[in-house]
């Protein structure tokens, strides 16, 4: 077995630090094209700006060894998915550290045996103009999966973020034919290469209404969703379809909605398959008590479930960096996510909203928050990592 530690890392983690000062120079042959109709590609990547420093800015991560092997993926049970995101877009403008940086695409590759698109398969990147597509960022990430033995997690189709301003322009009939397009082109260009697609996000909002921002919903009606997952089925009838969304780890207005509305989908005929708990966890809130008791409704459903997006921010000082207590708290409640979804036997897996604190969207939309990754602003593992690898060493119950 490779003995992959602390020490041998940091070499690679030099090249790190080099590629985000010369983002041009140390990303020309890997980065895919940038989009066509997008704002110009920044030449940096500048994430979490409101937290201070570059990514060595003297503050390094633990000095405490912490081995990465056995690795995440090695110690899974069988088919348990281990999963993270191909990081980029969001801060970082059109720029996929995942592509160019050798210690991020290390740990992605040795490390997690399913990658979801952080950006890659949104309308902005995939659909940036009405007779326009452009693959080029999928392509990048499902070929990089498919060379690391790694499942796919398509996100997402139907949903009111990261959509371009065209779509808001069309008439309801063209708004109706425009999704109906995109998910069918979209789906059946990977068919039997993405196994499970987030087919609607965020459809109800925390008062659990429907989410009047989402153009469709809110032009054709609810009915919409039920298509989406009909379009997308035709044009893959093997990928698992998902509908996925936040706030759904607690008992509240928006879980109370989907506890009737998931029932009335299922019984419509819909070819729905799963539900994602993103699993965007904060101190302030702690761990969300209710997510056992709401992943056996949905299993009591007759669906799968998994946790597609899981991070725990905490609050972080100018350097990024939370403080040792937060980070031991931060590594129990890992560990309990992975442990709750590995307890019901129809939670088929845990995908991280990224891995490396630096590049995660948390600081971006979260300013003064940060540290939700269990690797630090260096890549290096914390705590974190320690326990996630210790929950699935235990495997299922
Ligand atoms: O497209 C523009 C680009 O032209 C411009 O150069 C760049 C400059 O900042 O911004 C680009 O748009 C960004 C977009 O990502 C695509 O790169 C947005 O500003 C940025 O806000 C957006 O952030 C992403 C966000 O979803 C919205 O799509 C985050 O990186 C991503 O982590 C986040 O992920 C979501 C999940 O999809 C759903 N659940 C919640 C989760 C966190 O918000």
């Not at 969001?90 to 050798?102: S, V």
């Not at 452009?134 to 009111?160: C, I, K, S």
């Not at 992975?338 to 604190?357: F, I, M, S």
Request: aromatic share 10%; charged share 20%.
């Amino acid at each position: 077995m490779r003995s992959l530690r602390l020490a041998s890392f940091k070499a690679p983690a030099t090249g790190f630090l080099s590629c985000l000062v010369l983002v041009g120079g140390c990303a020309t042959s890997a980065q895919p094209a940038q989009t066509p109709g997008a704002e110009p590609t920044s030449t940096a990547p500048a994430p979490d700006s409101g937290n201070a420093g570059t990514p060595d800015a003297g503050t390094a991560g633990s000095e405490t060894e912490i081995a990465l092997t056995p690795t995440l993926r090695e110690v899974a049970p069988a088919g348990f998915y281990v999963g993270t995101i191909a990081q980029g877009g969001g801060q970082m403008g059109r720029y996929w550290p995942y592509l160019t940086m050798p210690p991020l695409r290390e740990i992605i590759s040795t490390q997690f045996n399913s990658i979801t698109g952080e950006n890659q398969a949104k309308w902005n990147t995939i659909h940036p103009r009405l007779d326009a597509y452009n693959f080029d960022d999928m392509d990048a990430m499902v070929d990089f999966a498919e060379e690391n033995g790694m499942r796919v997690r398509g996100h997402t189709l139907l949903w009111h973020r990261d959509l371009p301003g065209w779509v808001f322009s069309l008439s309801d009939d063209d708004l109706r034919a425009v999704l109906e397009d995109h998910i069918k082109t979209t789906v059946g260009r990977y068919q039997g290469r993405i196994a499970q697609w987030d087919v609607a996000n965020e459809v109800i909002d925390d008062n659990g209404q429907w989410r009047s921002e989402n153009p469709w919903i809110d032009r054709l009606g609810p009915d919409i969703i039920a298509d989406a997952f009909r379009w997308a089925h035709e044009a893959d009838p093997n990928a698992k379809l998902y509908l996925n969304d936040y706030s759904v780890e607690w008992d509240n207005a928006k879980w109370q909605k989907y506890t009737e509305y998931l029932p009335e989908l299922v019984a419509a005929g819909a070819p729905i398959d799963g539900f994602g708990f993103q699993g965007h966890i904060d101190s302030d809130s702690g761990f969300p008590t209710a997510l056992g008791e709401n992943m056996q409704f949905i299993s009591d459903l007759g669906l799968d479930s998994e946790i597609t997006e899981l991070d725990i921010r905490f609050p972080v000082d100018g350097d990024g960096q939370a403080t040792a207590a937060d980070l031991a708290q931060q590594a129990e409640w890992f560990e309990q996510a992975y442990a709750t979804c590995l307890e019901n036997a129809r939670c088929t897996g845990v995908t991280l909203w990224g891995v490396g604190d630096y590049f995660s969207w948390v600081s971006n939309e979260f300013p003064g928050w940060g540290a939700a990754t269990p690797f630090d602003r260096q890549l290096q593992p914390k705590p974190s990592f320690t326990a996630i690898r210790a929950a699935l060493s235990s495997g299922r119950p």
